[in-house]
Nanobody
């Protein structure tokens, strides 16, 4: 089995920053892509950012220039640095890890942007 655990969510004021972390462990084999989705109340889950094994990245238009995804392959960990946060960034953020056997998901971490 593969375990995926997120951390770093919380409450932050508009314009503030948070850094999410996600660590994968267990029968990982060879990880390909890692990334983050988010789901706000009443909305569909949307892709926020992805990063490949060789650090190629892609972002949703809504977070470009504000969020940065990175990974540490030696630690099987992916990070999401979120700056200039807006109330519309409020959501549960889910990490995923992809290998040859499929996708694995974390339990989610709540990010709330509010004054």
């Amino acid at each position: 089995q593969v375990q995926v655990v997120e951390s770093g969510g919380g409450l932050v004021q508009p314009g503030g920053s948070l850094r999410l972390s996600c660590a994968a462990s267990g029968s990982i084999f060879s990880i390909n892509a890692m990334g983050w989705y988010r789901q706000a109340p009443g909305k569909e889950r949307e892709l926020v950012a992805t990063i490949t094994t060789y650090h190629g990245t892609s972002y949703a238009d809504s977070v470009k220039g504000r969020f940065t995804i990175s990974r540490d392959n030696a630690k099987n960990t992916v990070y999401l640095q979120m700056n200039s946060l807006k109330p519309e960034d409020t959501a549960v953020y889910y990490c995923y890890v992809q290998n040859l056997l499929g996708n694995y998901w974390g339990q989610g971490t709540q990010v709330t942007v509010s004054s």
